[in-house]
T-cell receptor
Framework: ETGVTQTPRHLVMGMTNKKSLKCEQH?????MYWYKQSAKKPLELMFV???????ENNSVPSRFSPECPNSSHLFLHLHTLQPEDSALYLC???????????????FGEGSRLTVL | GQQLNQSPQSMFIQEGEDVSMNCTSS?????WLWYKQDPGEGPVLLIA?????ELTSNGRLTAQFGITRKDSFLNISASIPSDVGIYFC???????????FGDGTTLTVKP
């Protein structure tokens, strides 16, 4: 138990569906992240939120839409995805985004997404 | 952008053997972190290194922050079956925020 909870753990969706991934952290952290993990590829940083403001957006297609309503919750809204978007989506949190942060990321267990 | 080269990509070893893996970078970092990802789980931090030349141990794990600040290694001594998983290195510069991850080393331990 890392203090970061992701739901759902598994999701299968068609290319025309709209779904959302949810992440919640119980650690009192100020920064939250979405990573994409595909087979045989390094972890890809998608989005970073610090104190509920987006501070990083790594050229992610607009079919992925993040939302951070407060510092404990992070969502990834999905619509009109492609089969190549199938991957493990990992949420993480850290104490802060930059200053005063040890750099340690606390990851959730991930949401395994399959796009048909 | 910054890139990390992590090697080896995979390792198949017998229980009891020692393991060594490393990461090299084209640019310097002021923090190196090593994570382990068990099957079906998210990565968990094993060791964090904050000073060039630093050598840190955590049980059977030992990691070093290279003196050039462009590399780091992780050693596992006397491997056991539960060491199976994917090991990731990550480099970070404090004021830049984000960590850059290596591709991972997949470790298989045969009983």
């Amino acid at each position: 138990e890392t203090g970061v909870t992701q739901t759902p753990r598994h999701l299968v969706m068609g290319m025309t569906n709209k779904k959302s991934l949810k992440c919640e952290q119980h650690l009192g952290h100020n920064a939250m992240y979405w990573y994409k993990q595909s087979a045989k590829k390094p972890l890809e940083l998608m989005f970073v939120y610090s104190l509920e403001e987006r501070v990083e957006n790594n050229s992610v297609p607009s079919r992925f839409s993040p939302e951070c309503p407060n510092s404990s919750h992070l969502f990834l809204h999905l619509h009109t995805l492609q089969p190549e978007d199938s991957a493990l989506y990992l949420c993480a949190s850290s104490q802060d985004w930059a200053q005063g942060d040890t750099g340690e990321l606390f990851f959730g267990e991930g949401s395994r997404l399959t796009v048909l | 952008g910054q890139q990390l080269n992590q090697s080896p990509q995979s390792m198949f070893i017998q229980e009891g053997e020692d393991v060594s893996m490393n990461c090299t970078s084209s640019s310097i970092f002021n923090t190196w972190l090593w994570y382990k990802q068990d099957p079906g789980e998210g990565p968990v931090l094993l060791i964090a290194l904050y000073k060039a030349g630093e050598l840190t141990s955590n049980g059977r794990l030992t990691a070093q922050f290279g003196i050039t600040r462009k590399d780091s290694f992780l050693n596992i001594s006397a491997s056991i079956p539960s060491d199976v998983g994917i090991y990731f290195c990550a480099g970070r510069n404090t004021n830049a925020g984000k960590s850059t991850f290596g591709d991972g080393t997949t470790l298989t331990v045969k009983p």
